[in-house]
């Protein structure tokens, strides 16, 4: 068997949950193992509870409601404190696939520990494909993924003051 490769999902556009979804759909379909790791996120996106069902492990939450710039410093280290037991806790199970939603931002915010994100993408075992989605990556992030896709955005409906759709956004 192979290592496994390395999928990075990032930039400003829509579409980087997405497409680990239904990447996470098409190897659930195939009879393999899936882990999901949602970092800053409440756990209430609407594809969750379907990967449930269909026999994903889903990790997923964040000390309150707030975004990471009104967190006071205490609802940030109890964030980072989930974050880090919610990877830890992924990493001791089975999978084919491990899927880092928003690992990006995780680590760009001092949400999640740099040594723990590394271990859980450079030193996985073998055979396990790991997606990472966010914004920025990090530069090993980069340069550890077999796959790049940057989503960027031409055009988006917040820009005329839509905002965003349940079971469309989220």
Not at 127 to 142: D, K, N, S, Y
């Amino acid at each position: 068997m192979d290592k496994g490769l390395v999928h990075l999902y990032y930039g400003e556009g829509k579409g980087k949950t997405t497409a680990a979804m239904g990447l996470a759909l098409r190897a659930l379909g195939q009879g393999m193992r899936v882990v999901v790791v949602q970092f800053l996120k409440s756990g209430t996106s609407g594809e969750l509870e379907p990967l449930r069902r269909l026999g994903a492990a889903v990790h997923s939450g964040k000390a309150g409601a707030k975004f990471t710039f009104q967190m006071t410093g205490e609802e940030k280290a109890e964030t980072a404190a989930m974050h880090d037991r919610m990877l830890r806790e992924a990493l001791t199970e089975e999978c084919d696939l491990l899927i880092l939603d928003e690992l990006c931002a995780a680590r760009q915010t001092g949400l999640l520990d740099e040594a723990l994100a590394k271990r859980a993408v450079l030193d996985r075992p073998t055979g396990r494909e790991i997606v990472i989605t966010g914004r920025l990556p990090e530069a090993w992030m980069l340069e550890a993924a077999d796959y790049v896709t940057e989503m960027r955005c031409h055009r988006h409906p917040y820009e005329k003051g839509i905002a965003a759709r349940k079971g469309i956004e989220f």
